[in-house]
């Protein structure tokens, strides 16, 4: 069972009843968040799945609803106790929110534990045993043994819980035991603590030899438990329970700021000890020891998490390292870029032939890798410039900037401080960059630097040229494998000349004037894609086809929606594919009849960002207006970012941008869910000839081809025939159908 937090006089308040829901033009965006992860948690449930991929999904639904927790929720439980009411864009107190969040928390965990039960079954007849003390053998015991006395005693400290031990502090996900003892000598009982460090893993594995061949798991909370006489002599274990703890991690910094490094470091340290926003411990804990854990956290007014099963799901990440390719999916190796292949690996001389575009993951990260060390070893390089939004821990990007650096190349690396849980890491990156003579920016107090770029002047026959990259995703080389996103590899002199201007706006708020291509937030990508949804609105309205295709991770912003609805309410044929978080409301007579909307979930996570127009003709077409970008439809990627908008203009990146990786988009049917006009989702029937998109983009050419221009058959069949049969673009009613 949970409870979320309310303040007492607001959770009293019987008329503060949130708005029915279908008086709202918008769904509420945290319930829409919570209603993407039950779709990632389903994933966990497909039986079409690897077993232990299914066990990773649930490892990541338990990891995203920590976040939620630590953010979303605790910003809510903060505006109910400052007594902000301000609503949300369905019309909700903050107060209301929360009410609303635990009936769908209440699901979301009972679901994870009934998935993990599940799991644990099917992995037990595949040999793997993760927590189960039945399959402890003898000698599995004596390694255990042996490993907690080794291992885990010189690092736990237990401590007792009365007036003369103050309470220790809990860290943000800390774990920790409480056991209830009774002396052996005078029967006396005393309540001892003991904080599992975060360096140990969650789960110890027994080694091979002591456990006949099978893969035994061991919580680290049932090792120390098992072995807790090690840790109490003298006494009798009457009780133990298994805790967790979440705190509030968001970050605000003072306007004022004068060292911008200097207060994240310093904010950091605060959020460890942010207020406790979440206890989850076991369902049978001992209610004294619970007591005085509720009473010493100070969680009157946090989020209560009972559990009969596992605490803290995020954790089995581990057991899916397990080593049984029979359990996971087949292995991928990514393919190099033919374009670039065929120019001997000269990034240089492949871009300046032609754009290149680059399919992630389908198509190797590492030629974006290879475009900075080319442009660190080249000596006619003389400048490069990049931002750094999330660059991972271990970063081939920072590398080749460090490279430039020391070969004396001008160097300029836009380290955004404010990406949330990756402050730590890009501060280290940072302090690494400018010892390496870096120059080294933090761009704006206010708005995040979100935009994907990198720039290199070279120096060459005809005076100095300019090649850039563009991304939708972040330099890093760990998500780079499993993230969809796009690649934009130009020697456009114009877009040269745009991102050069906006690296001076971030560097010296220079605000760019007379813009050739580049639309830029905030300070009018906003109204760029405005002026393109008016243009179908107009075409509409003339009798000239019109319709939208739009790919981001979630739309959330009003204004934005609102323009959405006046396209659909002027005819125009707008397909959303949204992953995650959507409040516009489909299907909606005489507001939103014309616009679907779909979320794919699947084995990568779909993450480019992709507008396209159709420009006076049915979509795909040649004409059509495309662009890929960094920014979501939020109000916080068009008003308070750094982002970029770039219009794809050369016929061959065209067409494959918009023929290829939306159209394919479009027609899956195995991975993808619709959402409906009430906010539920339902998965899209597969048909007899079910289409993976994901799959298709393994099997088939990359992207960046050969070069030519696309021709009809490299178009997948299954996409050719839908679309002349009109089932891409089709009315809402026949997609609600399917």
Same mark, same amino acid.
């Given at each position: 069972m949970s409870s979320l937090p309310l303040n007492a006089n607001d959770s009293a308040n019987d008329s503060d009843k949130a708005p029915a829901p279908e008086e709202s033009r918008y769904f509420n965006r945290e319930l829409s968040w919570l209603a993407f992860n039950g779709r990632v948690l389903d994933e966990a449930m497909n039986a079409r799945y690897p077993m232990l991929e299914r066990l990773r999904f649930l490892s990541i639904s338990g990891n995203n609803l920590d976040e939620f927790m630590m953010i979303r929720v605790a910003g809510l439980v903060g505006q109910v106790q400052r007594g902000i009411d301000r609503p949300s864009i369905d019309g909700r107190s903050p107060s209301q929110q929360l009410r609303a969040i635990n009936d769908e928390l209440?699901?979301?965990?009972?679901?994870?534990?009934?998935?993990?039960?599940?799991?644990?079954?099917?992995?037990?007849?595949?040999?793997?045993?993760?927590?189960?003390?039945r399959r402890v053998s003898h000698d599995a015991h004596e390694w255990l043994k042996e490993f907690f006395l080794e291992e885990i005693l010189p690092v736990i400290t237990p401590q007792a819980l009365d007036p003369a031990h103050p309470f220790p502090f809990v860290s943000n996900g800390g774990l920790g035991l409480l056991f209830t003892l009774e002396r052996d000598s005078d029967g006396e009982q005393i309540i001892e603590m003991i904080l599992i460090p975060p360096a140990l893993p969650r789960f110890v594995r027994v080694p091979d030899e002591s456990a006949n061949g099978e893969a035994i798991y061991i919580s680290i909370g049932s090792l120390i438990t098992r072995f807790a006489s090690f840790l109490f002599p003298g006494f009798t274990v009457l009780g133990d329970g298994l805790f967790r703890v979440l705190r509030d991690s968001d970050i605000e910094i003072e306007e004022e700021a004068e060292d911008l490094a200097r207060t994240f470091r310093s904010a950091i340290q605060r959020r460890r000890k942010g207020r406790v926003i979440q206890l989850e411990m076991e369902e049978d804990f001992e209610p004294i020891a619970e007591q005085i854990l509720v009473e010493q956290l100070g969680i009157h007014n946090a989020a209560v998490i009972r559990t009969d099963g596992i605490i803290g799901v995020n954790g089995l990440a581990e057991i899916v390292e397990e080593d049984r390719p029979d359990l996971k999916f087949d292995s991928y190796s990514p393919r190099y870029p033919e374009r670039v292949l065929e120019h001997d690996g000269d990034c240089f001389s492949a871009i300046r032939e032609k754009d290149i575009i680059i399919h992630h993951p389908y198509e190797s990260f590492e030629v974006v890798v290879d475009f900075i060390r080319?442009?660190?070893?080249?000596?006619?390089?003389?400048?490069?410039?990049?931002?750094?939004?999330?660059?991972?821990?271990?970063?081939?990007v920072i590398n080749a900037l460090i490279a430039a650096a020391e070969e004396g190349k001008s160097v300029t690396a836009v380290v955004e401080l404010k990406a949330r849980f990756d402050e730590e890491q890009n501060l280290m990156w940072a302090s690494k960059l400018e010892r390496a003579g870096v120059q080294v920016i933090y761009g704006f107090l206010d708005w995040k630097t979100h935009a994907k770029m990198a720039v290199v002047v070279r120096r060459e026959d005809d005076g100095f040229r300019t090649y850039c990259h563009f991304g939708t995703g972040n330099y890093h080389p760990v998500t780079a494998k499993i993230y969809t996103d796009l690649s934009f590899f130009t020697a456009s002199p114009a877009l040269g000349r745009d991102a050069a201007k906006v690296f001076n706006f971030i560097t010296g708020y220079v605000e760019p004037e007379n813009m050739e291509m580049l639309a830029i937030a905030p300070l009018n990508l906003r109204e760029e894609i405005y002026a393109n949804i008016d243009h179908e609105i107009a075409n509409a309205r003339q009798g000239l086809p019109a319709a939208i295709w739009m790919k981001c991770n979630q739309i959330t912003d009003e204004a934005m929606i609102d323009r959405l609805y006046a396209a659909?309410?002027?005819?125009?044929?707008?397909?959303?594919? @949204?992953?995650?978080?959507?409040? &516009?409301?489909?299907?909606?007579?005489?507001?939103?009849?014309?616009?679907?909307?779909? !979320?794919?979930i699947g084995r990568f996570l779909e993450h480019s960002r992709i507008y396209a127009f159709a420009n006076g003709a049915a979509l795909p077409n040649a004409k059509a207006k495309v662009f890929i970008a960094s920014a979501d439809l939020m109000e916080r990627n068009l008003d308070r970012r750094i982002?970029?908008?770039?219009?794809?203009?050369?016929?061959?990146?065209?067409?494959?941008?918009?023929?290829? @990786?939306?159209?394919?988009?479009? &027609?899956?049917?195995?991975?993808?869910?619709?959402?409906?006009?009430?906010?539920?989702? !339902?998965r899209v029937e597969s048909g007899p000839k079910p289409f993976n998109c994901h799959r298709y983009f393994m099997t088939n050419p990359s992207l960046s081809g050969r070069g030519g221009a696309l021709k009809s058959e490299d178009v997948p069949k299954l996409a050719l025939k839908q679309v002349a049969e009109g089932e891409v673009g089709a009315s809402l009613d026949t997609g609600a159908a399917a």
């Open positions: 209440q699901t979301l965990s009972d679901n994870q534990q009934m998935v993990w039960r599940e799991l644990r079954d099917l992995l037990a007849q595949a040999q793997i045993h993760i927590a189960d003390e080319q442009a660190a070893a080249d000596p006619d390089v003389v400048a490069i410039k990049q931002t750094l939004y999330r660059a991972g821990n271990q970063s081939a659909s309410e002027a005819g125009v044929e707008i397909e959303l594919m @949204v992953r995650g978080i959507c409040c &516009l409301r489909p299907g909606i007579a005489r507001l939103s009849e014309n616009i679907r909307v779909k !979320s794919i982002e970029t908008l770039i219009p794809v203009e050369n016929r061959t990146v065209h067409d494959q941008v918009l023929q290829q @990786v939306l159209l394919a988009n479009l &027609l899956d049917s195995e991975q993808s869910w619709w959402l409906h006009s009430d906010g539920s989702y !339902s």
